[in-house]
């Protein structure tokens, strides 16, 4: 006799709680699976939040000074004050130019002997900026820090009623979402997303390769649980341990790297739940495919952390890539979650950004489950 819809339905129930009872026992035993949910994006977050930096901090710089002015004074105190740049006085330019080409600083600020007359005359001051272009986004923010301190410095002579040799416009910017130019307020947000990306797919792909080893998926296969509640028995408690790492991951960049958060608690929640769903399946995805925790786990970091960490967005700018790798990027979830991740810390909840993002992750965790469904139906057939 069979049993009725009710009975069949709460008979399912059971199983599910049973395989989820056995894979919490299982979790708790295994100290692998806590390390790879706590201790890994703790580590990887120390090591990658503060070893990360856009920015330019006591850059190197030489100064040759032909002939001393009360002018260039002055605008190397404006240079001495600044957090950008550490510069040091050389007595000539073949002097800075050596220093410059051994690395010992990363640029040159030469004032010709005529730099105090001429400054005061309708011609542009004699300044020569020479920086090193052998690692380029160095160079770039070299030369736009001098520019922001000869900006600087510009206006407070303008102020004091001196002449200058620039038009009379001054520049007012202003920097919204990140208001003190910090790249480690951009980046860490990013860098969550892509650790949570490898957390995810190691935690089903390590563990579930693990029971292929060992014969226990094959006993589970010969009891009463169907194929999806055997994947419901075990996304439900690695869920939860991944929910709780991204918890310990947001509390790190908030409190320990001071990174804003201008969200909701709820929205966050509800991303990092779509976002975690579609990285569990990639692992499980994984683990169904190859059997062998060795491969498992190479194929989860070739196939989900690197693409995660070069074509999210989380360092290198998307529209700047090639149209055929920028078609690629769609296909990568965690540049969907750096999006969210960004907005939702710096910006707040902007329903533009998050709700077209969020709907792809839905689909990609919906996608990622029937696809493991019909490949384990067919190997168990």
Known sequence: MKDGGGLGGRASLLRIRALIRKETLQILRDPSSLAIAFLLPFVLLLIFGYGVSLDARHVPVA????????????????????????????????SAVEALKRQDVDGILWFRENFGREIHSSRNGPIHVVVDGVDDNTAR????????????????????GRESSVFPVTLEPRIWFNPDNRSRDFLVPGLIAVIMTLIGALL???????????????????????????????????????????????????FLFGVPFR??????????????????????????????????????????????????????????????????????????????????????????????????LALFSVFLFAVILRISRKRIG
């Open 141 to 160: 923010l070299v030369e736009g820090y001098l520019t922001n301190v000869w900006q600087t410095w510009i206006t407070l002579r303008n102020e004091r």
């Open 63 to 94: 100064v040759v000074q032909d002939s001393r002015s009360p002018d260039s004074e002055g605008f190397m105190a404006g240079l001495r004050h600044s957090p950008w740049f550490s510069p040091t006085i050389y007595p000539d330019i073949h």
């Open 204 to 254: 089903t792909a390590l563990v579930v390769a693990r029971e292929w080893e060992r014969g226990t998926m094959e006993s589970l296969f010969v009891t009463p649980a169907s194929m999806g509640e055997i994947l419901i028995g075990k996304f439900i408690p690695y869920f939860v341990l991944g929910m709780s790492g991204m918890a310990l991951s947001v509390l790190m960049g908030h």
């Open 263 to 360: 969200g909701s608690i709820f929205v966050l929640g509800l991303t990092s739940a779509l976002f975690l769903s579609a990285a569990l399946g990639m692992g499980l995805l994984i683990s169904t495919v190859s059997k062998n925790q060795f491969v498992a786990g190479q194929i989860a970091i070739v196939s989900t952390f690197l693409p995660a960490f070069i074509l999210s967005g989380f360092i290198f700018d998307v529209h700047s890539m090639p149209k055929m790798i920028r078609g690629i990027t769609h296909i990568i979830p965690a540049s969907y979650f750096v999006t969210i991740l960004q907005t939702v810390f710096l910006a707040g909840d902007i329903p533009g950004v998050i709700v077209p993002n969020s709907l792809a």
